[in-house]
């Protein structure tokens, strides 16, 4: 058979409200909030819980939910044969679409794996009880329902769908059981009455007084809960639009506030009790025509509706490992389907909050199995095909647009930074993740009337969304900006800093082009094999994005460019090795395309490293022989032509030129490029030059002065 397992320790402490401890959702569930909006005074607990309580009345006449006729399941494990999950020979049938599958059409359609845990693993006590009765174990007055430890020995029998149901859906055996009680008063005498006929908050309400709860307290907060499930569902969202005028709203709307600070009284005689039911049954039995109906309305308003199925849908998810789904799938969704009737769900619906259900599962449990993306996709087709069918709702319609738009949204938000968020270990997430976002939005922009794109929103430039490789570009280039900006920030690289050495800013800017090579390297290597299936040149657009982003950076340094011209042509050279680099990238990338790369190599704006080189050198010189120019102008002005001393018999100004010049030629050779021929001779000749003038400034000055030195 299917996937069977204990039922875990129950907490038979009346003061414990759940089933189970609610699993602690993580900083990501914040990042992706409910589409379907937020409904005040009810959170998830409430709507699982009034979800359990439609489920089981739904499905009240299903094997397995009422009575003592439970169904019991041959396990060939125990008898030394067959696998421990088929039948084997000589096993009863199982009645139609009731029982543990041996395999999951449901999740074999998602390609989602089974679990195939042991047979026994989903077992409980009770030979010839049922425990889901109300007297299935201790005595029949009791209001709670017993669960025995297995003994040695004792026979032990599958869970059936009621009791996996209240499992994952942690539900007390206190709540499940007064559920019943209530569908048993309720249903005395019309046991054929049909599930959306039946006003579930009102007749638990009417049946159920607080001597059945632990404390005042307990039942003070059950009552304002059901009030607040009326309140959504007949005043605040109803299916059947209200008149402002209506008295009943009015009525039942102050019973709803007095709630707030008392406990109403419910009892057969109580003013308010009586005042509460006739509001709350003309309310629910209106249709949209003014005429009969057969079917109230309380629970099938948007999005009250949707968060009741959405918590449902929820319970699929495996207790122990809640990125798993149960093996039991299949039946747990046949029997949802009995709920649709209430909530006013249909299959098209059903199809998008499942995926939204899937979809948010993967983001809740910290993305760590991408089997729940792929299921997401995989039921993406489902609401494709929906989403193009002509009798669509208006709900429906907005349903669609806001769920996939947070789909959009949340995948986008990775994409533009999908360095930051994906890396070798995971790049399968981001090859999931794409066919996702693309499918999304492809619905939205050709099935969604009126669907504003986020730049739109934002007032941005808007990106060409009718192309997914141009989609796909603003992805790369997004990414490839973030992951510059934060190597500057890891470089405390930011407009304001001011560094006091230049050499300092030198080390940086030649660091930083070393790691945006390395950064080039790992957009080759890791995405753009992924990326490239959505764009024929990934790997030149990342390519082309770096040099822009190092070029704009290499810009501002020669803009206050530092005095030492060694560090800057160190720089400039590392920055020509950084740019071939790149090219060369894009060039390999490009060999497949019409232009060869040339449209995208056009982007690149040459660093043209050589001839700002040539340009500084040459500046350098000039600066450098215009200062000899200066040294001559003073010794004219200046010059006393009186001996430094008698150990020294020369003048002072040719010792300050000697040794400037022979400062300058050793700062020449220390230039650590390769010179052209012409530069060199400019510096020599404009060196020779000013020596010639110094030495014929000399010679103007006469053997009067001269003689000084003899």
């Given at each position: 058979m299917g996937r069977h397992f204990l039922l875990p320790s129950i907490n038979t402490d009346p003061t414990s409200p759940r089933l189970a401890p609610e699993p602690t959702?993580?900083?990501?569930?914040?990042?992706?909030?409910?589409?379907?909006?937020?409904?005040?005074?009810?959170?998830?607990?409430?709507?699982?819980?009034?979800?359990?309580?439609?489920?089981?009345?739904?499905?009240?006449?299903s094997p397995g939910f009422g009575g003592r006729s439970v169904l019991t399941y041959h396990n060939p494990s125990d008898s030394g044969g067959g696998d421990g999950y088929g039948s084997a020979p000589g096993s009863p049938v199982k009645p139609p679409g009731v029982g543990m599958a041996v395999t999951s059409r449901v999740k074999m359609a998602l390609g989602l794996k089974m679990l195939r845990r042991s047979p026994s693993s989903r077992r409980t006590s009770s030979c010839g009880s049922n425990p889901s009765s109300p007297s299935g174990s201790g005595s029949g007055s009791s209001p709670r329902v017993g669960f025995t430890v297995p003994h040695a020995g004792r026979?032990?029998?599958?869970?059936?769908?009621?009791?996996?149901?209240?499992?994952?859906?942690?539900?007390?055996?206190?709540?499940?059981?007064?559920l019943r009680k209530t569908l048993m008063r309720t249903l005395v005498g019309q046991m054929g009455r049909r599930a959306e006929t039946i006003i579930l908050p009102l007749e638990l309400l009417r049946h159920l007084k607080p001597s059945e709860f632990n404390d005042p307290h307990e039942y003070h907060l059950w009552q304002k809960r059901q009030l607040k499930i009326i309140e959504a569902g007949l005043l605040l969202h109803p299916s059947i639009p209200l008149e402002k005028s209506d008295t009943f709203a009015a009525k039942l709307r102050d019973i709803i506030d007095s709630s707030e600070t008392k406990v109403i009284d419910t009892g057969k005689t109580s003013p308010t009790m009586r005042t509460l039911c006739n509001c709350i049954v003309s309310l629910a039995w209106r249709s949209p025509d003014g005429g009969t109906t057969d079917i109230c309305h309380w629970a099938d308003g948007y999005p009250l509706n949707v968060h009741i199925y959405t918590a449902l849908l929820s319970s699929v998810f495996d207790l122990k490992d809640e990125t798993l789904v149960l093996d039991e799938i299949d039946e747990l969704i046949e029997l949802m389907k009995k709920t649709w009737s209430m909530l006013g769900i249909n299959r098209s619906m059903h199809n998008l909050c499942f995926t939204w259900v899937l979809f948010e599962?993967?983001?809740?449990?910290?993305?760590?199995?991408?089997?729940?993306?792929?299921?997401?996709?995989?039921?993406?087709?489902?609401?494709?095909?929906?989403?193009?069918?002509?009798?669509?709702?208006?709900?429906?319609?907005?349903?669609?647009?806001?769920?996939?738009?947070a789909i959009k949204k949340w995948c986008e938000k990775r994409l533009l930074d999908y360095h930051g968020n994906f890396n070798r270990g995971n790049i399968g997430i981001m090859e999931n993740m794409l066919p996702l976002l693309f499918s999304a939005t492809k619905i939205l922009e050709e099935d969604?009337?009126?669907?504003?794109?986020?730049?739109?929103?934002?007032?941005?430039?808007?990106?060409?969304?009718?192309?997914?490789?141009?989609?796909?570009?603003?992805?790369?280039?997004?990414?490839?900006?973030?992951?510059?900006?934060?190597m500057l920030e890891d470089q405390n690289v930011n407009g304001t800093t001011k560094y006091t050495e230049a050499q300092e800013v030198s080390e940086v800017l030649i660091?930083?082009?070393?790691?945006?090579?390395?950064?080039?390297?790992?957009?080759?290597?890791?995405?753009?094999?992924?990326?490239?299936?959505?764009?024929?040149?990934?790997?030149?657009?990342?390519?082309?994005?770096?040099?822009?982003?190092?070029?704009?950076?290499?810009?501002?340094?020669?803009?206050?460019k530092s005095s030492?011209?060694?560090?800057?042509?160190?720089?400039?050279?590392?920055?020509?090795?950084?740019?071939?680099?790149?090219?060369?990238?894009?060039v390999e990338d490009s060999v497949e395309c019409e232009d060869g790369g040339k449209t995208i190599v056009r982007e690149m704006v040459p660093y043209e490293v050589e001839s700002f080189i040539a340009r500084l050198l040459k500046q350098w010189i000039q600066e450098r022989l215009q200062k000899g120019k200066e040294y001559l102008l003073r010794a004219k002005q200046t010059e006393t032509?009186?001996?430094?001393?008698?150990?020294?018999?020369?003048?002072?100004?040719?010792?300050?030129?000697?040794?400037f010049v022979k400062e300058v030629v050793d700062s020449f050779f220390e230039i650590p490029v390769t010179l052209s021929e012409s530069l060199f001779y400019d510096f020599v000749n404009g060196l020779e030059n000013v020596f010639r003038d110094y030495i014929a400034f000399v010679a103007s000055c006469g053997k009067k002065k001269v003689s000084h030195f003899l």
């Open positions: 959702r993580p900083d990501s569930a914040a990042e992706l909030p409910s589409p379907f909006g937020n409904l005040d005074g009810l959170d998830l607990d409430d709507f699982r819980e009034a979800a359990y309580e439609i489920f089981f009345t739904a499905c009240r006449s026979m032990r029998r599958p869970l059936t769908s009621a009791e996996i149901m209240r499992q994952q859906m942690r539900v007390t055996e206190q709540s499940d059981n007064r599962q993967y983001v809740l449990t910290r993305q760590v199995e991408p089997d729940l993306l792929g299921a997401s996709f995989a039921m993406l087709t489902e609401v494709a095909s929906d989403a193009k069918k002509v009798d669509r709702d208006p709900i429906y319609l907005k349903m669609l647009g806001c769920c996939l738009s969604v009337p009126c669907y504003v794109t986020s730049s739109q929103e934002k007032g941005e430039a808007v990106v060409d969304e009718h192309s997914t490789g141009n989609r796909v570009d603003h992805y790369i280039r997004s990414s490839l900006r973030n992951a510059f900006a934060k660091k930083l082009a070393r790691k945006t090579e390395e950064l080039g390297i790992k957009e080759k290597d890791i995405f753009s094999p992924v990326l490239k299936k959505w764009h024929p040149i990934a790997a030149g657009v990342a390519a082309v994005t770096l040099h822009t982003c190092y070029g704009t950076l290499l810009k501002q340094y020669l803009t206050g030492i011209l060694n560090e800057t042509v160190l720089v400039l050279q590392r920055a020509g090795k950084l740019e071939k680099a790149l090219v060369q990238l894009v032509w009186n001996p430094k001393s008698k150990t020294e018999p020369y003048a002072h100004s040719a010792s300050e030129l000697v040794s």
